[in-house]
C-alpha cells in the first residue's frame, strides 16, 4: 500500500465551487505539507502543519485553506474555486531536515 | 532567503551519453539539498540527497551529484543515458524559515533523451 494516499485523483469543477482534496499517511510522521504544481513552476508550498495543532501559511496560501483532523489526515479546501486554481496538487509529509514523500497527485481543473 | 536555480530549462540527450543536470542553490546557512524526478503523469520520487555527510552522494538508477560549498552548486550527474531517464527532474533545498522542515524547488529541468 501506498505511504501517501490523496483523493480524489482528478476532479473537474465549475468557478465558485468548494472543493476538498484529501491526504492521508502512514509514515507515522507529524510534519505534513500541502503543494501545487504549474508547468515550468515547480512545486510550490501552500500550506504546512507539523502536529494536529499546528497550521502554517506557505508561500501561496490565498484562497485555500487546510484542516489536520488527525496526526495521518491533512485537507486542503479551495472555498471558492477560481480557473487560476487549476493546477497539480501534492500531500507530502517527513521530517525536519530530511526528505519528503509525495502522494500521487491530484489533478483539479476548474472551468 | 534561500533559493534554487536549474540553469537548463530543458536539455537534450543520446542515449548512451552522459548526463549533466545544473544546481546552483544561495543560502547563508548549511542547508539539506535533495534531487526529486517526476516521469511523466507520475508522482515525485527522491533521487538522492546531501545532508551534511560525504560531498559526493550516490543515489538510485545510477545518478550521483556532488555539494560543492564554495560554487554553492549540486549537480546531478549521470555517465551512461537511458531511455527510461526521460522525465523532470527538480534540485531541492530545505529552508532555515521553518526550522529546516519545509523545502524550496528549483523550476525543473526536463530531460530528454533520443535513441
Known amino acids: 500500500d501506498a505511504d501517501v494516499t490523496q483523493t480524489p485523483r482528478n476532479r473537474i469543477t465549475k468557478t465558485g465551487k468548494r472543493i476538498m482534496l484529501e491526504c492521508s499517511q502512514t509514515?507515522?510522521?507529524?510534519?505534513m505539507y500541502w503543494y501545487r504544481q504549474d508547468p515550468g513552476l515547480g512545486l510550490r508550498l501552500i500550506y504546512y502543519?507539523?502536529?494536529?495543532?499546528?497550521?502554517n501559511k506557505g508561500e501561496i496560501s490565498d484562497g485555500y485553506s487546510v484542516s489536520r483532523q488527525a496526526q495521518a489526515k491533512f485537507s486542503l479546501s479551495l472555498e471558492s474555486a477560481i480557473p487560476n486554481q487549476t493546477a497539480l496538487y501534492f500531500c507530502?509529509?517527513?521530517?525536519?531536515?530530511?526528505?519528503?514523500?509525495f502522494g500521487p497527485g491530484t489533478r483539479l481543473t476548474v472551468l | 532567503a534561500q533559493s534554487v536555480t536549474q540553469l537548463d530549462s530543458h536539455v537534450s540527450v543520446s542515449e548512451g551519453t552522459p548526463v549533466l543536470l545544473r544546481c546552483n542553490y544561495s543560502?547563508?546557512?548549511?542547508?539539506?539539498l535533495f534531487w526529486y524526478v517526476q516521469h511523466p503523469n507520475k508522482g515525485l520520487q527522491l533521487l538522492l540527497k546531501?545532508?551534511?555527510?560525504?560531498?559526493l552522494v550516490k543515489g538510485i538508477n545510477g545518478f550521483e551529484a556532488e555539494f560543492k560549498k564554495s560554487e554553492t552548486s549540486f549537480h546531478l550527474t549521470k555517465p551512461s543515458a537511458h531511455m527510461s531517464d526521460a522525465a523532470e527532474y527538480f534540485c531541492?533545498?530545505?529552508?532555515?524559515?521553518?526550522?529546516?522542515?519545509?523545502?524550496?524547488f528549483g523550476k525543473g529541468t526536463m530531460l530528454l533523451v533520443s535513441p
Open positions: 507530502a509529509t517527513g521530517e525536519q531536515r530530511n526528505e519528503q514523500f
Open positions: 531541492v533545498v530545505t529552508s532555515p524559515n521553518s526550522g529546516y522542515s519545509t523545502l524550496t
Open positions: 543560502s547563508s546557512y548549511s542547508p539539506s
Open positions: 509514515k507515522g510522521h507529524d510534519r
Open positions: 502543519s507539523f502536529d494536529v495543532k499546528d497550521i
Open positions: 546531501y545532508t551534511s555527510a560525504a560531498t
